[in-house]
């Protein structure tokens, strides 16, 4: 009886200090990054003008950082081969009492293909834009393929994306080809090998220490 006695005290014990070890939760997510349909509702009407390669995802963020950095990277068959740029834009929302900056509002993005004079290269016209309810900022830069692509496909984001500071993580992209067949990919690495040619828009807050895709 003694024998079982102890072992219900001992049980009861371990029992009592595991419920009084404190659970050490996750940090919340400096920014949260969603998928939106950017021709939604009256918005189709802008269409013909951002054209077919064009996309949005819905920007939240709260932190130390006082930037919202945009990064455009060139893929070839699932590795990374170019940085066309890095654009950082300022957060001018700031609580001055927790010294953390705040945006909400939408990050636009727009792809545009065109035939110059030479009839083996592709020149894109890519616009990137920032907008919140202080305005809106946009950048332009230019992507030249050595190739006459005949075919290309948005990638989206499939769920939304909530990332520390520092974080960083393709939102938004595109995909071509030179070929009649272009398939259907995601970010993930092992997708982007079945991409001939992919732009990926990436997006982080603070300094980068993250890898992406």
């Known amino acids: 009886m003694k024998k079982w006695l102890g072992l219900i005290l001992v049980a009861g014990l371990a029992v009592s200090a595991a419920a009084c070890t404190p659970v050490e939760k996750a940090p919340e997510a400096a920014m949260q990054v969603k998928p939106v349909d950017l ?32 990064t455009l990277e060139v893929w070839e068959y699932g590795k990374k081969t170019q940085t066309l740029g890095v654009l950082g834009e300022s957060i001018r929302d700031k609580d001055e009492k927790q010294e953390q900056y705040s945006f909400d509002g939408e990050a636009i993005f727009s792809v545009k293909g065109s035939q110059g004079e030479d009839p083996n290269k592709t020149h894109y016209e890519i616009t990137v834009a920032l907008t919140d309810k202080n305005g809106y900022a946009s950048n332009q830069l230019d992507w030249i393929v050595d190739a006459k692509q005949v075919a290309s496909s948005p990638i989206e984001l499939a769920e939304e994306l909530n990332l520390q500071d ?45 890898p992406a895709p």
């Open 166 to 210: 520092g974080e960083r993580a393709a939102v938004w992209g595109m995909q071509a080809t030179d070929e009649q067949v272009i398939k259907t990919v995601d970010f993930t690495p092992e997708s982007l090998k079945n991409a001939k040619w992919a732009l990926l828009v990436i997006m982080s807050a603070g300094s980068e220490e993250t």
């Open 39 to 70: 021709f939604a509702g009256d918005a189709q009407k802008f269409k013909p003008f951002l054209g077919l390669m064009s996309g949005a995802v819905q920007v939240k963020y709260r932190g130390k950082s006082n930037e919202i950095r945009t």
